[in-house]
């Protein structure tokens, strides 16, 4: 492994009565790598360094202090991104996140399958093939969908947190909860796109076309779920749907 400065602090933790394990916490102050054959309990990343995970294995991987952990293979129990802090995806993790106080989490390519709890943060995905198995988003936290194929199996929006969905393949599982998504009355979910999907023999509403040109059907929600999104026309929309009210003035 090739580290700058690691500071090793031990913490003793007890298992069983009379039973002991050394937990070993490795700070990382200068920009390195993680690598097939490393094993970790606890990593924190601090002081705007940089760290590249090419493999290896971490029990709990945090990028603290303005520093950037950028994740390309390994295995992770667990990842935590706060104080600015970023976290950056460019390979396929399967762990829970948990990130709070200006932390960034961009999902740019490959796979991801977890839970995200998300507090006065970031959250971008930009593609890949993403499996959301919880999520709950607040305080202020945005989340913008560019790209990729992602399945939310429950999303909860809360105090001011705001979901953006501009392109992708975005399904939302339905399961015994009732909700697909709880979403608080000063929370946003927006959905942006570009022109309106017409359906069956009386042409109402099936669903949008996204920024990508994807489709964001509405078959997935029921009508109470639907009234809680907010739909939003692209500028060149808005263009067609004045010169329509136009055409339609000067017909009359």
Known sequence: MK??????????????????????????????TIEDGDVYDIV???????????????SQLHADDSSTINFHAGSVGSVGIENAGVFNLEGTLFSDVSMYSSGAFNIN??????TIRGSGSRISINDGTINIRDSHISNYTITDIYGG?????YLGIDRYAILNIRGGDVTFNRSDLGFTFGLSPNATFNVYYSDIIQ????????????????????DQFTQEEIELITFVPEPATFVMLALGGILLRRRK
């Open 109 to 114: 390519i490959g796979a991801f399958d977890g």
């Open 44 to 58: 924190r990343v601090k002081n705007n360094a940089t760290v590249d995970v090419l493999g290896g294995q971490v």
């Open 199 to 218: 359906g069956g023999a009386t042409g109402e509403i099936a669903g949008y076309h996204l920024l990508d040109g994807s489709e964001f059907m509405l």
């Open 3 to 32: 580290v700058g400065i690691i500071l090793r602090i031990l913490a003793v933790l007890a298992l069983t009565p009379g039973v002991c394990q050394a937990v070993i916490v490795d700070y990382f102050y200068t920009d390195g």
């Open 149 to 153: 194929a992602v399945t939310f199996n």
